[in-house]
């Protein structure tokens, strides 16, 4: 809501309309396209942009830790996905596009016991969007389905992953010289204004001074 308000106050066109939602909840995942099914027709594109990390290794993580990331980086991705499409389908819309932001541990294993798990949910995030772009094709829809990989973004996600060492988070961003979001935000209106016949796989993308 703040940031729907500095938004409008800073003369930026359309408008940013907060909606809460719980990712790993289902039922709110559908009442929230319910709502925007209601409020504004239904949805032509949806970038899937949760995603978070718990420092759970495999050989000693905890089942919760594990289990919430599979809800938010793989079942609300799938869910949202799902439901953005019937959306585009049930108006004929035959050009939307689902972006999936996805990260450079979907594509690399790093030595970090504690992104382990968060990397294979990530694998999945590539799968996934490979298998959607091939069911798209299928249906015989011009809708586009795309990856956006990256390294390190200055974000609150080291700050989630590390929320028992909140100096070990900061120090993550303060290492090197990190993307930020509208970095990301340029690489999403890239993938949006590609001529219709053009669909864009994956774009990996990494700060020049990172390593892994």
Request: include cysteine; charge should be negative.
């Amino acid at each position: 809501q703040k940031l729907a308000a500095e938004c409008q106050s800073a003369g930026y066109p359309g408008t940013l309309i907060p909606y809460k939602c719980d990712l790993s909840n289902e039922e709110e995942i559908l009442s929230m396209f319910s709502a925007i099914k209601t409020l504004h027709q239904g949805v032509d594109v949806c970038i899937n942009n949760a995603g978070l990390a718990r420092p759970e290794p495999l050989l000693s993580g905890r089942t919760e830790g594990w289990r919430t990331m599979i809800d938010v980086n793989v079942m609300a991705v799938s869910i949202c996905t799902r439901e953005a499409y019937q959306s585009m389908k049930e108006r004929n819309i035959d050009d939307g596009h689902i972006i999936n932001i996805n990260s450079m541990n979907g594509h690399s294993v790093v030595p970090q016991s504690v992104v382990h798990f968060y990397s294979a949910t990530k694998y999945a995030v590539t799968a996934l969007t490979e298998g959607l772009r091939q069911e798209l094709r299928e249906a015989r829809t011009h809708i586009r389905a795309t990856c956006i990989s990256p390294g390190l973004v200055e974000t609150g996600f080291a700050f989630k992953l590390h929320d028992n060492d909140p100096e070990r988070a900061a120090a993550t961003y303060e290492s090197i010289r990190c993307l930020k979001a509208e970095d990301m935000a340029n690489a999403v209106i890239y993938v949006l204004s590609a001529p219709p016949h053009v669909q864009i796989g994956d774009i990996q993308m990494r700060p020049t001074e990172q390593i892994s």
